[in-house]
């Protein structure tokens, strides 16, 4: 009795001004808005209200208790058509609601109440939804109410999900009218017009792949866990500061071998002439089985390599031995063949099973050793992490609010990236200057001789390094594997004077950053102005004559599961540092313990 107690003054606090604004002579615009005043008035006085009668011309409603004055009675102005307060007995005799459940605390009330806080946060869970209404409003409802409560204001201030679906053929020609140069298709399947796939690039995205970032691409997909499921798929860059740079988003309504294939033959379109004017392609992703046949049919001479972190994680759960995975890391950064072989010996003394891991898992498709894909130190894949994010934050968005949050979070990034690399005046960016100084540094404990024009022998207690600086190759292959002159190479070009930034790959310049976000993302007009479907535009895959409806698969009833992805499965693996004396991993030549 003493929460009940409470909760109705905290209700008394929470809706004060329902309880003074009602006077005879009293004005509403409409009959509905007179109705949700009174309502409010029942819940804040904790009463349950009966109404009398209910129509265009009057509006009356009286404490349902039985012998309590309590009444009013509303009626529509003549000539007008607001509504005013006629007759008012404000006083109750009765002892009101004694428990929190209450009558007016309707799903529709629910709705209004929680709207703000559904527009800041869609992902307002129903149990804080009903914590919050008791806390505040002194009003007990349950799990169900909170969660259509929740539904309907969403649906209020997005839509619904199958007005989402709808709207798709108009947001396709305002993205291609607002961004020239973009594409954006969407794809039905049989006779009912239902939603099949979805493709977005924008011409920003392709100008600064195409022009500014190396020829690297990382794929992947999430599962959605809307009304409607289905998969978000993504072709992804990275610019030269090693940062994600997203060119294409698809949805579809499940991922399959053939809406891989599809999805890489857009792929192959968007890049068009361009993929032979660039260096060849290298994608790396998870290696399903779809994917693998995708990009072998659409991209036949790109090299597709595993993402490190699923390799790693394979193998710290198949094998479970804390030595073994250490000794594996060794072998993953190993740069030449013998250094790898040498640590798959150590492994199979250990464990005679990493022979039959190594058949599933062939070294030629993740090792630096032997992978030939250009990856400039980027062996994971950061699309994972973007994709997880945008499913959880936009799961219960119709498919259009969906593409429009990726949109403007895209537009943001790359506003603010071309800003910072508008204030850098150095010659590469932030990341690549610090390794290159650490290579610098390093250089300082070799001895340099000279072959010729181009030529170095660089000589250091432990093994002499071949570098040419006109091919710019070192034979420990670290300039070759990660595009920024290695120690070796440092030492060499600083022995003739030559600015040792100058010989990283262009892909590392701020010059070919800003590059990258030189073009912007343009904002989508609103809805109301787009063309609705009827008025006509040209034909095609977005001609928004069609009505498209919702995909077949549903969500099933119950709660969804919820993939729990651990933090450390995001942290890329840290660059491992070798000596260049002793050639063992973790430190560098400088702070080598072993004697000149």
């Known amino acids: 009795m003493e929460d009940h107690s409470l909760a109705v ?20 615009p409409d009959v509905e808005t007179c109705r949700r005043r009174l309502k409010n008035i ?12 209910s129509d265009r011309s009057r509006f009356i409603a009286k404490c349902s208790k039985e012998g309590c004055p309590w009444r009013v009675h509303v009626a529509k102005c003549p000539g007008g058509p607001t509504f005013t307060v006629r007759t008012l007995h404000g006083e109750h005799t009765c002892e009101g609601v004694l428990n929190l459940h209450h009558q007016q605390a309707s799903v529709g009330w629910v709705a209004r109440s929680v709207e703000s806080r559904v527009r800041d946060n869609p992902r307002y869970k129903p149990k804080e939804i009903l914590q919050d209404i008791r806390d505040q409003h002194g009003v007990a409802v349950s799990y169900m109410q909170a969660w259509r409560g929740k539904e309907r204001s969403m649906a209020a201030l997005h839509g619904t999900f199958e007005e989402g679906y709808q709207l798709l053929p108009a947001y396709c020609e305002q993205i291609k009218k607002t961004n020239p140069g973009s594409i954006a298709s969407v794809f039905t399947t049989g006779q009912e017009n239902c939603f099949h796939r979805l493709f977005i690039s924008y011409r920003a995205s392709i100008y600064g792949f195409i022009h500014a970032c190396r020829p690297l691409l990382e794929i992947d997909r999430s599962h959605l866990k809307g009304k409607y499921l289905g998969s978000l798929l993504c072709a992804a860059a990275v610019d030269a500061d090693d940062t994600l740079f997203p060119l294409a988003i698809a949805i579809v309504d499940v991922e399959s071998d053939e809406n891989w294939m599809w999805f890489m033959s857009e792929l192959r379109k968007l890049l068009g002439v361009n993929t032979d004017n660039m260096p060849r392609l290298t994608i790396l992703s998870e290696r399903q089985r779809g994917v693998v046949e995708a990009v072998e049919t659409h991209f036949p001479s790109a090299f597709h390599g595993f993402c490190l972190r699923y390799v790693s994680e394979n193998f710290r759960d198949t094998f479970k031995n804390a030595k073994l995975v250490n000794i594996f890391w060794n072998a993953v950064y190993a740069l030449t063949a013998v250094e790898f072989d040498s640590k798959i010996a150590e492994m199979t003394e250990i464990s005679q099973d990493v022979i039959a891991w190594f058949q599933h898992f062939p070294p030629q498709l993740w090792a630096v050793a032997y992978f030939e894909g250009v990856r400039y130190g980027h062996f994971t894949l950061g699309v994972t992490e973007l994709l997880y994010n945008w499913a959880l934050e936009c799961h219960e968005l119709p498919i259009v609010q969906m593409m429009e949050h990726i949109r403007d979070q895209l537009s943001s990034w790359y506003n603010d990236r071309r800003d910072t690399g508008m204030r850098w005046t150095s010659i590469l960016v932030p990341s690549a200057e610090k390794r290159i100084l650490e290579a610098m540094a390093d250089a300082r404990c070799y001895q340099v001789l000279r072959a010729n024009e181009v030529e170095f022998e660089i000589v250091s207690t432990e093994r002499t390094n071949i570098v040419d600086i006109q091919t710019r190759v070192c034979s420990c292959r670290r300039w070759h594997i990660y595009g920024l002159p290695c120690a070796h190479a440092a030492a060499a070009l600083m022995s003739c004077g030559h600015n040792v930034h100058l010989f990283a790959e262009p892909c590392f310049t701020v010059a070919s950053y800003r590059e990258t976000y030189s073009q912007m993302i343009h904002s989508i007009p609103d809805k109301s102005l787009w063309k609705e479907p009827g008025d006509g535009t040209e034909g095609g895959s977005t001609n928004v004559d069609i009505m498209i409806r919702p995909p077949k698969t549903r969500r099933p009833p119950g709660r969804p599961k919820k993939k729990v992805l651990r933090v450390e499965n995001f942290k890329r693996p840290k660059r491992v540092v070798q000596c260049g004396r002793c050639h063992m991993l973790g430190h560098s030549q400088k702070k080598c313990t072993l004697p000149h």
């Open 9 to 28: 003054q905290n209700n008394s606090h929470a809706l004060t001004e329902y309880a003074l604004d009602l006077a005879i002579g009293q004005e509403f």
């Open 42 to 53: 029942a819940l804040v006085q904790h009463f349950d209200l009966r109404i009398v009668k």
